[in-house]
């Protein structure tokens, strides 16, 4: 009778493991047609003065790779930040309509952040932009400068 109980658990504890490792699996997948959101932050490196793109883990996002539908949102830490873009952004964002006054620029206050959707028309492109921040007085660094490669 114990080997028969023995038999169950170990059946159960094999099926709880493929269970989370599928789910695992399913989730570092990137299914096309499925949209992503990119949050990210502007901040400061805590050793020096140099300002990065990081993602919520602290790796450097200089250059994202996204997709039609892909959600981005920058987030300016401790500092107000002025985004350019080398292109005019409706060829390949969605955003709210008080947005983007000039077609490329967009300041954003302290802590706040910018959200954008990749249209779902945008051609596949890479798209160069710059954050200046406002009380460092300086431009972020990337890949210098940061980069959007939009891909189909």
Same mark, same amino acid.
Do not use: C, H
């Given at each position: 009778?114990?080997?028969?109980? %023995?038999?169950?658990? &170990?059946?159960?504890? &094999?099926?709880?493991?493929?269970? #989370?490792?599928?789910?695992? @699996?399913?989730?570092?997948? #990137?299914?096309?047609?499925?949209?992503? !959101?990119?949050?990210?932050? @502007?901040?400061?490196?805590?050793?020096?003065?140099?300002?990065?793109?990081?993602?919520?883990?602290?790796?450097?996002?200089?250059?994202?790779?996204?997709?039609?539908?892909?959600?981005?949102?920058?987030?300016?830490?401790? %500092?107000?930040?002025?985004? !350019?873009?080398?292109?005019?952004?409706?060829?390949? $964002?969605? +955003?709210?309509?008080?947005? $983007?006054?000039?077609?490329? %620029?967009?300041?954003?206050?302290?802590? *706040?952040?910018?959200?954008?959707?990749?249209?779902?028309?945008? *051609? %596949?492109? #890479?798209? +160069? +932009?710059?954050? +200046?921040?406002?009380?460092?007085?300086?431009?972020?660094?990337?890949? &210098?400068?940061?980069?959007?490669?939009?891909?189909?």
């Amino acid at each position: 009778m114990n080997t028969m109980k %023995s038999k169950q658990v &170990s059946v159960i504890l &094999s099926w709880l493991l493929l269970i #989370t490792l599928s789910g695992a @699996i399913l989730t570092a997948v #990137t299914l096309p047609g499925v949209m992503a !959101t990119m949050n990210v932050k @502007i901040e400061k490196d805590r050793d020096s003065d140099i300002w990065r793109v990081r993602d919520k883990d602290g790796n450097n996002r200089g250059t994202m790779r996204v997709g039609k539908k892909d959600k981005i949102n920058w987030q300016a830490i401790n %500092s107000e930040m002025i985004f !350019t873009f080398k292109k005019p952004v409706e060829d390949y $964002f969605i +955003y709210e309509d008080s947005l $983007f006054a000039d077609g490329r %620029s967009q300041r954003i206050p302290e802590n *706040k952040k910018l959200r954008v959707t990749i249209r779902e028309d945008a *051609k %596949s492109d #890479t798209l +160069y +932009y710059e954050v +200046y921040v406002v009380e460092a007085d300086t431009l972020v660094v990337g890949d &210098s400068p940061p980069k959007l490669i939009i891909k189909d």
